[in-house]
C-alpha cells in the first residue's frame, strides 16, 4: 500500500474514532470535548485536502444514479461537518468562548441537529467506500475454508452489531437530535463511562454503514443486469 493511501486511511480512522468519541457528550465535557472537536476539524480539512481530485472530477464523465447519491452524501457531509465546526466556535466555553446570549442558544441548538447529521452521514459516506476495506480482507493468505468461517463470524458479528445499532437508534431516541424535536438539554445517562458509550455509539452507525454498502452493492448489480440485458438485445 502507498504511503499516501496509509495516510488516507489513517487521517480517516482517527476522524471516524474521535467523532466516536465526541457523540458521548456526556463523559467527555468540557476543554477535552472542545479540543477533540478542533482535532476533527483538522483532520476533517487534511481529509478534504488529501482527496481534492474529487473535486477536479466533477465535472467530468457521465453522472449514473450511484454516482449521483455519492455527489449529494458528500456535498451534505460537507455542510453538516462545517455546521458543526461554526456551532461549535459559537457554543465554546473553554478554547473561542467568543458567543454570549442568542448566540450561544442558536449554537447549542444547531450543534445538536448537525452532529447528529454529520454523524449519520458520515456512517453512510463509510458505508459507500467499505469495499476499500472489503478489498484489503480479500488479500489475506488462508485456507479456502478458513475464508469462508471467517465470513460467516463476520456476517454474524455485524448482524449482531445491526441489531444492537437499531436498538441504540431507539433507546437514544436518535431522531430527536436528527429533527430537533428536543432542546439541547436532553437528558443523557452521566453514569456511563467512556468505553461503554463509545461501543454503543459505534454499534449506532453499524446500520447507516450496513445500508449505505449493501444499498450500494444492489444498485450496482441492478445497472450490471440492466446493461447485460441491452447489449443482448
Not at 457554543?91 to 441537529?113: D, N, P, T
Not at 447507516?208 to 445497472?223: E, Q
Amino acid at each position: 500500500m502507498k504511503p499516501k493511501v496509509i495516510l488516507k486511511r489513517s487521517i480517516d480512522a482517527a476522524m471516524y474514532i474521535l467523532f466516536l468519541l465526541l457523540m458521548g457528550q456526556c463523559v467527555l465535557r468540557g476543554a477535552t470535548h472542545e479540543w477533540l472537536g478542533i482535532a476533527v476539524g483538522i483532520l476533517f480539512v487534511c481529509h478534504n485536502v488529501l482527496n481534492f481530485k474529487w473535486y477536479q472530477t466533477l465535472r467530468k464523465g457521465k453522472y449514473n444514479a450511484m454516482r449521483t447519491i455519492q455527489l449529494i452524501i458528500n456535498i451534505l457531509l460537507l455542510l453538516a461537518m462545517l455546521l458543526c465546526m461554526f456551532s461549535g466556535i459559537l457554543v465554546s466555553q473553554y478554547i473561542f468562548a467568543i458567543g454570549s446570549g442568542k448566540m450561544i442558544e442558536l449554537g447549542r441548538h444547531l450543534h445538536l441537529v448537525s452532529t447528529a447529521w454529520a454523524f449519520v452521514l458520515m456512517s453512510v459516506h463509510l458505508g459507500l467506500h467499505w469495499s476499500i476495506f472489503s478489498a484489503i480482507s480479500k488479500k489475506i493468505r488462508a485456507d479456502e475454508k478458513v475464508k469462508k468461517v471467517i465470513h460467516i463470524v463476520c456476517c454474524v458479528f455485524v448482524a449482531v452489531l445491526f441489531a444492537y445499532g437499531i436498538y441504540q437508534f431507539a433507546d437514544r431516541r436518535f431522531w430527536e437530535e436528527l429533527f430537533h424535536l428536543i432542546d439541547y438539554q436532553k437528558e443523557y445517562d452521566y453514569s456511563k463511562t467512556l468505553l461503554p458509550y463509545f461501543v454503543e455509539s459505534a454499534a449506532l452507525s453499524v446500520p447507516f454503514i450496513a445500508i449505505a454498502h449493501y444499498g450500494k452493492k444492489l444498485l450496482i448489480g441492478r445497472n450490471s443486469r440492466r446493461k447485460c440485458k441491452d447489449e443482448k438485445n
